[in-house]
């Protein structure tokens, strides 16, 4: 994918796709008219609306662990101290917070 796809820009741009897709569903309810091609292209756009909602949910998640994809391909996590190369080992981190709430509770 291209840098400038990021996880933050792909939710935001998965969130036009599904109002694109609902405007397209609008369309296609009001000017296909029979009932079978309808109910073929609905069931088409509804899958394509629920495959972008479902990886749209998946980056709120993958951030935390610095490993994104859509629908198979790499996706770069922006402005997350834990990614990159200058990475830091969350497990590190928790384990001194916890440290130092033992230190401050005795």
Do not use: H, W
Not at 64 to 77: K, M, R
Not at 83 to 95: H, K, P, V
């Amino acid at each position: 994918m291209p840098d400038f796809l990021d996880a933050d820009r792909l939710a935001q741009i998965s969130i036009v796709v599904l109002i694109g897709l609902v405007v397209v569903a609008i369309v296609v309810a009001k000017v296909v008219k029979t009932i079978v091609t309808k109910a073929i292209f609905l069931g088409i756009i509804a899958i394509a609306a629920f495959a972008v909602y479902s990886q749209r949910d998946e980056f709120k998640e993958c951030q935390a662990t610095c490993s994104c994809t859509l629908f198979g391909q790499d996706v770069e996590v922006p402005d997350n101290p834990a990614c990159g190369e200058d990475a830091i080992d969350i497990s590190q981190l928790l384990n001194l917070q916890l440290l130092q709430e033992l230190i401050a509770d005795e």
